[in-house]
């Protein structure tokens, strides 16, 4: 009853902003998940195109993303009143997202560099591939956790 009453609650002007933050959230994982899993396989097998593939998803899906979600989110507590209200689940998402700014951007740039020198003839995978592809399982990680805490909304 208690979800009920809080959705009855919202302003319909936060419908939007919502709507904007999960699809944000959703849109990161995905990317991030898109990244991981090429990342990974290029790992092995040292393939360029996979390498941009993990890339490009950070760059292109998971930047944007971040942007999305955050301003959303940021956005929503302003209109519900929440900017200082001490609540786990909101603490727990600006635990992840702060610091997950610079391990995505770090993440990124080793990607790209990895797709460079993956591009080059005779060039192999790189370490920075394989430190890309620990970050972004560790982003992976931190995301689905935040993504548990939205949804469970643990006291």
């Known amino acids: 009853m208690g979800i009920l009453a809080q959705a009855l609650g919202r302003p319909d002007s936060a419908d939007f902003w919502l709507f904007l933050h999960i699809l944000g959230g959703m849109t990161i994982v995905g990317a991030l998940t898109l990244s991981l899993s090429s990342l990974a396989v290029a790992w092995r ?28 989110s940021q956005v929503l507590l302003d209109k519900e009143g929440l900017e200082d209200a001490e609540l786990a689940w909101i603490d727990i998402g600006f635990m992840v997202t702060d610091p997950g700014l610079l391990i995505l ?25 394989r430190i890309a592809t620990g970050l972004v399982a560790l982003l992976l990680v931190a995301y689905l956790v935040a993504v548990w805490a939205m949804t469970t909304k643990p006291a």
């Open 45 to 72: 097998n040292g393939s360029a195109p996979l390498t941009r593939l993990g890339f490009r998803a950070l760059l292109w899906a998971a930047i944007p993303a971040y942007l999305v979600l955050r301003v959303s």
């Open 105 to 129: 951007i770090a993440a990124t740039v080793l990607g790209g560099l990895a797709a460079r020198r993956a591009a080059e003839p005779g060039g192999g995978p790189a370490i920075g591939a």
